[in-house]
């Protein structure tokens, strides 16, 4: 999948030319007779393939085909998206998010606004697992695919931070409830699910998704968390055969920023519950509204009077787990929701500019990619080659937080979108790696990078693409999975290569 230019495309600025671009290079004949059998499997006819394997602090590579070739990495480039954030924020970085009063608190009383300050905290909600590790469902709830929610409370730490109010005394706000979010000015991305672009701002609050469980049978609606920002009229249709997608048609906007939407398409009769993310439209609003309720739930009454900006003092504070933690559901999920923002986060935080946070990070993408070696230059079109890949995660094993950015990654036949692919493998559980998936046209993209680490602690830096037809989207994921398993044998015969 591309994006636009400086979040998912951003990488494109960048081309590697410091590694060998000769078509096969050095390799042991059995690995690469046994390679050769893999990549051209009756399946796979047709399609192309570029791949490296490095072992790290080694001259030669391990193999190498087709290296110096571009090709269209899909998810795989959150690797690099993900880096600039190790890089410029550190992996021990969290997010903090504040409740201010605005005004005076006398007997329980604040004169004035209470106001929830947006940190840039991009796992408020169910995600947040209460030891500190977040949850990982795959398929995501974002997605369109999954079956339930993130299982818990999507108001989880909207409910404490109002508990953390109420210890402080405060008992009513004669003001309103607002989110400050000026840590950068709010923007649009397209996430490439075929619903057009989502608002990036600095407010989170589950995923800024609006849960939509339908059930088969009636087409029952659940709507979680359930808040009055959205009404959604039902008319869904349970059939034997669906034809219609299931799909979101806005009906009106409330004054007080509340909204009224239609969802409409069918569902599997005999099926299971099927959930449909509501993309929220104004994150501040939705959260407005949730820390409000979340607020009156535990007892402390809103006025919604018009008063002044007061004197701030704070009165609560959440803070994120670290930035390690909360990379994995880029990584090992793959959510084109996250990787999004990530750029604005880096640009705000390290770049220090609110005002143009998506270019500041940019910058700082650009400035990693030189310390790798890798010079800027214009876009390709988004084609990378399995050089500049295993240049840029070279570059990146060399770092003091290797080890988190590493971990960070999908671990093969384990977790994430590898949790199923060849989990007897021998390299299942030691290979670190991001997927990429992606259909253009008429051509199937599939991408693998990341890191094998052998038994006696050498570290393996890899990539592979590969390319190849397909009539449809239907028969495109139908190949993708068995080119999936394709690369993860490719890794498989490395390993025992370099283990025998």
């Known amino acids: 999948m591309h994006s636009r230019r400086t979040v998912l495309g951003a990488a494109a600025v960048a081309t590697a030319g410091l590694l060998s671009t000769r078509a096969t290079a050095r390799a042991e004949p059995a690995l690469a007779a046994r390679i050769q059998e893999i990549i051209t499997r009756s399946e796979l006819a047709g399609s192309r393939w570029g791949m490296r394997f490095h072992v790290h602090h080694t001259d030669e590579p391990v193999y190498a085909l087709n290296p110096g070739q571009r090709f269209v990495p899909a998810s795989s480039l959150k690797v ?126 589950n995923d ?97 009077g018009r008063t002044g900006d007061g004197t701030r003092r704070l009165l609560a504070e959440h803070m994120s787990p670290p930035l390690s933690e909360q990379a994995k559901v880029m990584l090992k999920l793959s959510s084109n929701v996250h990787t999004v923002y990530f750029p604005y986060l880096v640009g705000a935080i390290a770049g220090h500019d609110a005002d143009n946070a998506e270019d500041a990070g940019a910058r700082l993408q650009a400035a990693l990619f030189e310390r790798a070696g890798l010079e800027p230059v214009d876009p390709t079109g988004g084609t990378f080659s399995p050089d500049f890949f295993v240049q840029f995660l070279r570059h990146m094993a060399r770092q003091r937080y290797f080890t988190a950015y590493r971990d960070a990654m999908a671990i093969l036949g384990r977790d994430g979108t590898l949790t199923d692919t060849t989990p007897d493998s021998p390299a299942a559980g030691r290979t670190f790696a991001k997927t990429g998936t992606g259909f253009l046209g008429t051509e199937l993209h599939k991408a693998l990078a990341g890191y094998l680490v052998l038994p006696d602690g050498r570290l393996v830096v890899f990539s592979q693409l590969m390319d190849m037809a397909a009539r449809s989207a239907a028969e495109a994921m139908a190949l993708q999975d068995r080119a999936g398993v394709a690369q993860a044998d490719v890794v498989t015969a490395v390993y025992e290569s370099l283990t025998r």
């Open 80 to 205: 690099f998206i993900a880096g600039s954030a190790f890089e410029a924020l550190g992996p021990s970085h969290r997010f903090r998010t504040r409740v201010n009063a605005h005004g005076p608190v006398r007997r329980g009383v604040l004169d004035g606004d209470l106001v929830l300050v947006a940190g840039g905290d991009l796992v408020l909600g169910p995600r947040l697992r209460s030891h500190g590790t977040i949850a990982l469902p795959n398929p995501d709830h974002t997605y369109g695919s999954a079956t339930e929610p993130i299982p818990g409370d999507p108001l989880r730490q909207l409910r404490e931070l109002a508990g953390q109010v109420r210890l402080r005394g405060v008992r009513r706000v004669t003001g309103r409830v607002r989110v400050d979010a000026s840590l950068f000015r709010q923007g649009e991305e397209d996430i490439f699910n075929g619903l057009g672009p989502i608002p990036v701002s600095p407010m989170m609050v």
């Open 208 to 304: 800024n998704v609006v849960d939509v469980v339908v059930t088969p049978g009636r087409a029952e609606l659940r709507i979680w968390p359930e808040t009055s920002y959205v009404t959604v009229v039902n008319e869904v249709t349970t059939v034997d055969r669906p034809a219609r997608r299931l799909a979101f048609t806005p009906v009106a906007t409330n004054p007080d920023g509340t909204r009224t939407v239609r969802l409409t398409g069918d569902i599997q009769a005999g099926g299971q519950p099927v959930v449909c993310p509501y993309f929220v439209p104004d994150p501040v609003r939705f959260a407005e509204i949730a820390f409000a309720q979340a607020l009156t739930d535990a007892g402390v009454d809103i006025a919604d």
